[in-house]
């Protein structure tokens, strides 16, 4: 959030740009960008641990629940801001709006209504592979083995330039996700050498595709010059921090606030962006910065608050049980079992 309110370059501070205002905080939240990567990571680990001994009407189940609802509210909210609240701050049309609903627009080349949805994308795709797992059986044999070959396969048809293969293996993000499945095995099962030694393989893939991508990133979308070392040094806290908090004493961490705040996060990812420039335009010229900075995030956590516990808290748990009901009666097929291996 703080990224992309005062080191993403934006309009919303009026003709200053944000290195500007902020020249400071607009450095020390550069690398911030790498939020996303740090959820892939996070990602592998969650999904693989709600995955693990369930079946596909239950993960198909849980994942639309989790993602869709909250999305639907922002994408609405969202449009309607940019279509005729403050039709300056995006170019965007109805049909747009419509086919973002899907959340796979992507594929069909349509412009996101917010650039945050990209990453959805990402995460539908890995969900995909995780049910594929899932109607194979999860074992922890073939984790390892997955976690091995998926990324380097993802590499190989990237680099053979083959679109298609590439998109759907998820190349320049494939080694965060298989990373954070690879923590989760170690998170269940205890340390072992093979493991570990993937982890750091899957890291320095990750760094491969990481870094360079960041770096023409921000040089495109901000005035600073990002450093390569220090996007090394982020790549590298992204799996130290999900190997901290769930491999060491952090763990056992039962701060109730924290678990709170955990549920806010991805309403708030959804609806920080425009609602937040747009606030800003408006708040600047007569508060200051300061002012309009604290002004516009509590807004942005009031707004994920009101998301959250007026809609997503409720509407998701049903949408999950009418999803998971509907695909038993049609006897989609399950997991064909786990072995213990």
Known sequence: MLYHYVAREHSSWGEQL?????????????????????????SGFVILMTAWGKDVPYVVASRAARLYPSYWVAVVATSVLLLWVWPDGKDVTVSQAVVNLSMVQALFEVPNVDGVYRTLWTELRFY??????????????????????????AVAVAEAGLEYPAMFLISGY???????????????????????????GNLVLAQREVVAAQLESLARNTAYEPSAVA?????????????????????????????RLGMLTYPLYLTHEHWGWWLIQLLYPHLGRWPTLLITCAVAFAAAWVLYHGFEKHVGPRMRRSIERGL?????PARRGVAPA
């Open 18 to 42: 944000p290195v500007d205002v902020f020249p400071e905080l607009g450095r020390s939240v550069l690398y911030a960008a790498l939020g996303p990567e740090l959820f892939f990571v996070i």
């Open 128 to 153: 995909l592979l995780i049910l594929v797992l899932v109607a194979v059986g999860v074992t922890r044999r073939r984790i390892l083995a997955f976690c091995a070959l998926w990324p380097l396969a």
């Open 174 to 200: 494939a080694p965060l996700f298989a990373g954070g499945m690879l923590l989760y095995l170690i998170y269940r099962d205890g340390h072992a050498w093979l493991p570990w030694l993937l982890v750091a």
């Open 231 to 259: 996007l090394t040094v982020g790549v590298v806290g992204c799996f130290a921090a999900v190997a901290a908090m769930t491999l060491t004493p952090l763990r056992n961490l039962r701060w109730a606030w924290l678990a």
């Open 328 to 332: 038993r009666r049609r006897n989609v």
